[in-house]
């Protein structure tokens, strides 16, 4: 067949399950839930692929909510594709990083290149990752196998602009407890030691820091203890951080001054300190412009425009450590004409208007042509390959 006649059928298959994929990211909207407990979304989802003739095994790297969806059954020294379908919600703001619209549009992907091309080309899959918003479900995968004899993975994900490329900073979660000692906050305040005072001095001290650090780091957090009364010295208090930097290499030495300022705030006021490393580090995106190159061929071919504006700041994603282990991308697509911040309630509305409903169907099909591209092109997967070997 000619590529061009494919294409077309591949968009044609699209539009033709175009009413479910809508259905599918308005039920994971309505019904948002928190990482490692999409229950629904995960079977949603799976009852989808299933449907369209993908095989399903749930409950993948001791994950309730991983899945991952083949087809066909067997397809021996072919090329394997992967698509992630991310659908956590984030708590008391439900999709406002539209996590309802990449599961769909990667399901409708490859269900699209299943109907067109059967079952001689390759390998498709449908990686099911939970948790993306810090619980790291990729992490988790990467460590069961699940990656292994992947050749190249993608996504879509909704924003303010249509990019072939997204950046994301490495990443870790640090947490720090103070321990004090309480006492009347009027009548003896000279016999306690203020575990909230140590906390507010590890903000100031890490405030003190930032005119020292690069410009791409980003350190930010909460207050999560802070007593129980104003009349008690606070004998407990704690905070969490999260400590990002573009540069993999420098996140150690950046983990180490985040650490001396928690260590001064203890020492400033007698209190004794317990540092909690998170067990999931993020890393940054490792690009391929082979891949990121085919993406916007697609992109071409359905007349849609990558935006030229300037990069705005980015936030970090367990899909940076799956592109260390092979190539992967990692594209925006339009949902909306205004620029509300991801992470809001205004985006997660976004996420279910009629422009986001149009950005699902037009990401599942940019998709669905870059790996089709990659099935009808063995030359340019091995492309795409070596860039990612000489990085």
């Not at 909460?222 to 420098?250: H, L, M, Q």
């Not at 849609?304 to 990069?311: D, F, V, W």
């Not at 339009?334 to 205004?346: L, M, V």
């Amino acid at each position: 067949m000619e590529t061009q006649k494919i294409k077309n059928e591949i968009i044609a298959a699209v539009d033709a399950i175009k009413k479910e994929l809508i259905i599918l990211s308005h039920n994971i909207h309505s019904n948002p839930e928190l990482g490692f407990n999409e229950y629904k979304a995960c079977k949603w989802l799976t009852d989808f692929l299933k449907e369209n003739g993908f095989d399903i095994k749930i409950s993948v790297a001791s994950m309730e909510t991983a899945f991952v969806a083949q087809f066909p059954r067997e397809a021996k020294n072919k090329p394997c594709i992967a698509f992630f379908a991310e659908y956590d919600a984030l708590p008391g703001i439900g999709h406002g990083c539209g996590h309802n619209i990449i599961g769909p549009a990667s399901c409708g992907a490859a269900a699209a290149l299943a109907r067109v091309l059967k079952s001689d080309f390759g390998r498709i899959l449908v990686v099911g990752t939970p948790a993306e918003e810090g619980g790291g479900g990729k992490l988790s995968l990467i460590k069961a196998g699940v990656f292994n004899g992947v050749d190249t993975a993608m996504m879509i994900h909704p924003d303010i602009k249509t990019k072939a490329r997204a950046n994301f900073l490495a990443n870790v979660q640090m947490r720090f407890k103070f321990y004090g000692q309480s006492a009347h906050a009027a009548a003896s305040p000279f016999l306690g030691r203020n575990a909230l005072d140590a906390v507010i001095l590890t903000f100031n001290n890490i405030n003190a820091l930032r005119q020292q650090l690069p410009s791409d780091v980003r350190i930010h957090g909460i207050i999560t203890d802070g007593g129980e009364r104003p009349n008690i010295i606070p004998a407990f208090a704690s905070c969490w951080f999260y400590v990002r930097t573009k540069d993999k290499d420098y996140l150690e030495t950046l983990i180490e001054k985040v650490k001396v300022c928690a260590q001064a705030g203890a020492t400033a006021t007698g209190c004794r300190i317990e540092i909690e490393m998170g067990e999931n580090r993020y890393y940054p995106m490792k690009h391929n412009k082979a891949l990121e190159n085919l993406f916007r061929e697609s992109l071409e071919f359905l007349n849609i425009k990558e935006s030229l504006q300037e990069e705005r700041g980015t936030g970090s994603s367990d899909i940076g450590n799956v592109s260390h282990i092979l190539p992967t991308i990692h594209p925006n697509i339009k949902i909306c004409n205004d620029a509300p911040p991801t992470h809001s309630k205004e985006f997660a509305q976004a996420a279910i208007s009629s422009q986001g409903d149009e950005g699902l169907i037009a990401g599942a099909k940019a998709l669905a042509l870059t790996a089709l591209d990659l099935f009808l092109n063995p030359e340019k997967l091995e492309e795409v390959k070596r860039e990612f070997a000489k990085l």
